[in-house]
């Protein structure tokens, strides 16, 4: 297995062993990490959704899954290059795929507001499904 697949698996087990997502019925799950310059996670937020793809939205109550993310972030960071300011996590329950989408620049990327709530919650939403 690649570094790369066993770090996105380490970030997925702390999601999926979190007591808030253990709480949620839900077969997809996105999460929007937000990192600052040197690489600390400074927050982030996530939907789970069930499988009608209904949302739901949590957060994490360890911070096991953002120091995974930060480790993620730097080991992917080039030397001379400032590294991600978001990272959106995917995973699919059922098929156990995961995936990851990274953006550089626009800190408004995957921000959710009371406007567009409707919009980025079916943006976010997974399609890992095991077909």
Same mark, same amino acid.
């Given at each position: 297995?690649?570094?790369?697949?066993?770090?996105?698996?380490?970030?997925?087990?702390?999601?999926?062993?979190?007591?808030?997502?253990?709480?949620?019925?839900?077969?997809?799950?996105?999460?929007?990490?937000?990192?600052?310059?040197?690489?600390?996670?400074?927050?982030? &937020?996530? !939907?789970?959704?069930?499988?009608?793809?209904?949302? #739901? @939205?949590?957060?994490?109550?360890?911070?096991?899954? $953002?120091?995974?993310?930060?480790?993620?972030?730097?080991?992917?960071?080039?030397?001379?290059?400032?590294?991600?300011?978001?990272?959106?996590?995917?995973?699919?329950?059922?098929?156990?795929?995961?995936?990851?989408? &990274?953006? !550089?620049?626009?800190?408004?990327?995957?921000?959710? #507001? @009371?406007?567009?709530?409707?919009?980025?919650?079916? $943006?976010?939403?997974?399609?890992?499904?095991?077909?």
């Amino acid at each position: 297995m690649s570094e790369n697949m066993e770090m996105l698996e380490r970030i997925a087990r702390a999601i999926t062993d979190d007591i808030n997502v253990s709480r949620i019925d839900w077969t997809e799950l996105s999460i929007v990490f937000s990192f600052e310059d040197d690489g600390f996670c400074s927050g982030h &937020f996530g !939907y789970a959704y069930d499988g009608d793809g209904r949302p #739901t @939205p949590f957060t994490l109550n360890s911070m096991d899954a $953002e120091i995974s993310a930060s480790n993620y972030r730097e080991w992917l960071r080039q030397d001379d290059d400032r590294g991600m300011i978001k990272m959106l996590f995917q995973f699919n329950r059922q098929s156990r795929k995961v995936q990851a989408a &990274f953006e !550089y620049d626009n800190s408004s990327r995957w921000q959710v #507001t @009371p406007a567009n709530i409707d919009v980025i919650t079916d $943006e976010l939403r997974p399609d890992l499904d095991a077909g």
